[in-house]
């Protein structure tokens, strides 16, 4: 069975390979560096065969958009990460490895084997997105001024009332820069979810830093959400997906994957209080990663073969 779809994955590949570029042309240059068709088929195939999607022709002219945004993105953000000197250590980006293939490398390595995917190229990208995760806090985390007064009111009403609300949420961000761009993204960003699923959607097309882990954010507190999060998460179901949230030039879609309430005691409250810290202070790294890679790009000269 296994040799069966992997001559009909190689067929689809090799008709791919033909439809995109009968050799391995330049589609992209950023700056002095070049994006290539082989890049663009590799990021594409990739992402797809990770989520387990289906391949034809309809589903990789889809993904074409993405695809080169992203690997301008990556481009942009390796070389901020050489300017500013920022690297990793073998444990990062192995316990990266370790949760996105559930614990298992070697097999995960295999599927890049098996479907003829360049796992190097793939590793090259995730240790960029890891990068940028430590320049964004390196740059902004002086900036990132959480309200402490906020918070320690938010703790006071969950002392009165015994109780704490969690929720457990992925979202999908995405950066806009006209108004046709913002409806354009959501009607895309709606239509994805519908056709592939959330996560799947948030493996291709989100450009927040939690793309890489689907979307997930893990168990949040709603007291460390901004208002307008917070207001929409409350009124949702478990598995229910959001309208698009805009903030500033951003579009966000958030999936509420569970949800729970338990009674909280005095021991819990300083532990709490960290939660929603890091929740208050993620989203506003956020904004300013996006903010940072968009100057990044009108300082950089981009040109579309």
Known sequence: MSRIFYLIFLFIS?????????????IVK????????????????????????????DIVNQSKSAAVKSLVNSILKKNEAKRYNITLNKNELKNQLLKISG???????KKFEINNLNFSLYEEKLKTELLWRKIIFNIYQEKVKINENEIQNDLLLLKDEKKKEEYRI???????????????????????????????????YSESTSSIDNGDLGWVNIDGLTKKISNVLIKMNIK??????LIG?????????????STISAEE???????????????????????????LKNNSIIEYK
């Open 170 to 204: 992925s979202e999908i961000l995405l950066n806009f820069g006209t108004e046709k761009e913002k409806i354009d993204l959501i009607n895309n960003i709606n239509d994805q979810i519908n056709k592939i699923g959330f996560e799947n959607t948030a493996l291709r």
């Open 30 to 57: 950023v700056n002095n560096e070049i994006i290539t068709s082989y890049d663009l088929k590799q990021t594409i195939l990739t992402t797809l065969v990770l989520a387990n999607q289906e391949i034809n022709q």
């Open 14 to 26: 090799l008709k791919f390979n033909y439809l995109v570029a009968l050799e391995n042309k330049i």
């Open 240 to 245: 229910d997906v959001s309208e698009p949230i």
């Open 269 to 295: 409250i300083e532990d709490l209080k960290k939660k929603i810290t890091i929740t208050k202070r993620n989203e506003l790294f956020n904004l300013y990663s996006a903010s940072h890679l968009s100057k």
């Open 249 to 261: 030039n951003s579009i966000i879609f958030i999936k509420l994957t569970d949800k729970k309430s």
């Open 103 to 109: 614990g298992d490398i070697i097999n995960f390595k």
